[in-house]
Each structure stands twice: as C-alpha cells, then as structure tokens.
C-alpha cells in the first residue's frame, strides 16, 4: 500500500516541512507531526498534523491537516479507547482526532495542577501507547493516563504515582527536570510496566506501586521497550542497550553515537529490538548496535526513516524520516512517500 501524494499535495501539504513524528492505526491509516523549516524571525514554527488514508485509487490521496503557532517538541500516538490520534507537546498542548472534538483541547495543565514543588513544573516528554491505554510522561516523574477528550488522570491522584526524593535540590544544584525521569514508558502488561529517564532513573508497577529499579548507569536515559522475550530494553543517550528485568541488567551493546544520532524510539518488531532517530534505523547485532541496513539491506535510510510506531494490532511498524516514511510487515518495506520525488 502506497501513499498517493501527487505534485499538487506534496505542495500544498508538505512542502517546507520536515516530518516529526508519526503514529499509525493500520496499514492504511497514518498521521504525522511537521514542522515549517523557515520560521519567520519572532516566531515559533509552525506545527502542523496531517492525517493520511492510503487507498489503490488513482485520485488524490484523503487527507486531512491541523495547523497550530504554538506546539512545539510534539509527540504523537494513536488511541483505542477512545479511537483517536493523540498529539501532546512539551507545554501539555493537545490535539486530538476524536470524533467528540477534533482539534485542539484544552492544556493538560488547564485541567490538572502539574506543579511539584519549588515552582517546578511537570513538561511533557512524550506520549505512549501501553497496555492498551495512552499515557504521558514527563519530567518529575510523572505520569498521566488518558481517559477521554479533556480527561487525564494524574497516577499521584490515584495513589499510583512513582514518588519524588523527600527533600528538593538546593539551589545551584542540577535541576530535577534533568536528573529524573520520565522520558519513556513501556508494559508487558497494566500490572508490569517500565519507566525510564534522568540519569539512570528506572523505575517498575506491578499494578499497586512503582519500585525503583538498581541500574547499573547513571547515563542519561532516552528509551525503554519491553521485547517478546520477556525481557526489557533501555538505551541512553549514546546509543548503549542494556537488557534485563527489575534488578538485574546486562549491558549489550557499548555504544557512542554521535550527538543528533541517538535513539529516541524503541520497539519490539518482527523479533527483534528496532531503535530509531535523527541517525536512521539501528538494531542489535551480538552485542553491537549497528545501522538496520547492514543486517536488512532493504531497509530505508534516514531520509525516510528514524521515528517509529507498532499498529495496535502488532502487524505493522510505521516509520518516518524527516523527508518521507515508510511500512513493514516484517518480510516487506514499502516506502509510502518521499518528498525528494518532487520538485
């Protein structure tokens, strides 16, 4: 399945945008977050999604696109329950494509009291799909779960929060936001659940309370993904991996990415862990971490690849480069569009 953009969508869509994020429901249904490329001085750039259905017609491709002045660092993921696209930037602004309310709701931090001391407060890293319900992360810990149009709920609120340090830093010291998590979430199941950020901030829910996890690093955590082999996987900043469950780690691959390459999405797809970033795709080879395309030469590169998102069925793994994405099955990659193939 091809994504039908002709000259005249690639021009009206995506053209002077790079691609940011992406999410998918299925092989035919995708969204993506883009950002304008040339800002006009004074202003943030602009944010926008678009949602694609791919078809076999040879008329242009359904689509359809939300533009915002003031999300930025925006992450997206799709729903279930409810079904719907969810987009949530680093200052808790939300999009959603809920049929209740398409577009823009109302802040999470309009809705909820994210302050946590000291006058710091919670930002949003990330949002994520876990044991079938969406939740995000962010720093100080925090985790909130999705409920509805407008409606998160604070797992502090629900005394299922993962507890802070009793005493806050003094001044000159580093900031909470670096120090501790979150920047990522995954689960086995709704009683088995991983988070992870901060400088070796990793944490478990066994479905009652979070315990703090014995890593064995104090490097700066990006992501987590919890592997078919029932067990657990954590890169940093640089690109190690390490393996393991609550207490025990092994580092795997030793890895020392360059800055602007690191992984910031990990999945679990056709038996194997995929990392994704700004450097293109990587997977594990023994215990190194080396470009996807040296085990799967017909895998794209990082024009056209890096983010990445599993379908909630499990069957399809969607990913997107700053110029392009692509689709696989597991036996199959089909580029979906490039903007290199236009003018």
């Known amino acids: 399945m091809k994504v039908n953009i002709t000259q005249q969508s690639h021009d009206d869509w995506l053209k002077g945008y790079t691609i940011l994020d992406c999410s998918i429901l299925d092989h035919e249904r995708y969204c993506f977050v883009l950002s304008e490329e040339n800002r006009q001085e004074g202003y943030y750039p602009l944010t926008r999604i678009i949602h694609v259905i791919a078809n076999d017609m040879d008329d242009e491709q359904p689509c359809g696109t939300w533009d915002h002045n003031q999300f930025r660092f925006t992450s997206i993921v799709r729903n279930t329950d409810p079904p719907e696209f969810v987009a949530v930037d680093l200052a808790t602004l939300v999009f959603s494509s809920n049929a209740q309310k398409k577009g823009e709701e109302k802040p999470i931090d309009k809705l909820l009291s994210l302050d946590y001391g000291e006058g710091s407060t919670s930002t949003s890293r990330r949002v994520i799909r876990a044991a079938g319900k969406v939740y995000a992360v962010g720093s100080g810990r925090r985790i909130l779960r999705r409920e509805g149009v407008e409606q998160w709920v604070d797992l502090r609120a629900e005394g299922k929060g993962v507890p802070l340090p009793e005493q806050l830093p003094s001044e000159g010291e580093t900031s909470w936001s670096i120090t501790l998590g979150f920047q990522d979430l995954a689960a086995f199941a709704a009683n088995d659940m991983y988070a992870v950020g901060g400088y070796g901030d990793v944490w478990r829910f066994n479905g009652e309370h979070w315990q703090q996890c014995a890593f064995p690093s104090n490097a700066h955590l990006e992501t987590v993904c919890c592997g078919s082999d029932g067990r657990v996987y954590i890169s940093d900043q640089k690109g190690k991996v390490w393996a393991g469950r609550e207490n025990r780690w092994e580092l795997l691959a030793n890895s020392d990415l360059p800055w602007g390459s690191q992984p910031i999405d990990a999945v679990w797809f056709a038996d194997r862990l995929i990392l994704g970033g700004w450097g293109g795709l990587f997977a594990l080879d023994g215990k190194e971490l080396v470009p996807l395309q040296e085990i799967d030469p017909r895998s794209p590169n990082a024009m056209v690849?890096?983010?990445?998102?599993?379908?909630?069925?499990?069957?399809?793994?969607?990913?997107?480069?700053?110029?392009?994405?692509?689709?696989?099955?597991?036996?199959?990659?089909?580029?979906?569009?490039?903007m290199f193939d236009f003018d």
């Open 305 to 338: 690849s890096g983010r990445l998102d599993v379908s909630p069925c499990g069957q399809f793994l969607l990913t997107a480069g700053p110029y392009g994405a692509c689709l696989y099955n597991g036996q199959r990659w089909t580029r979906l569009f490039s």
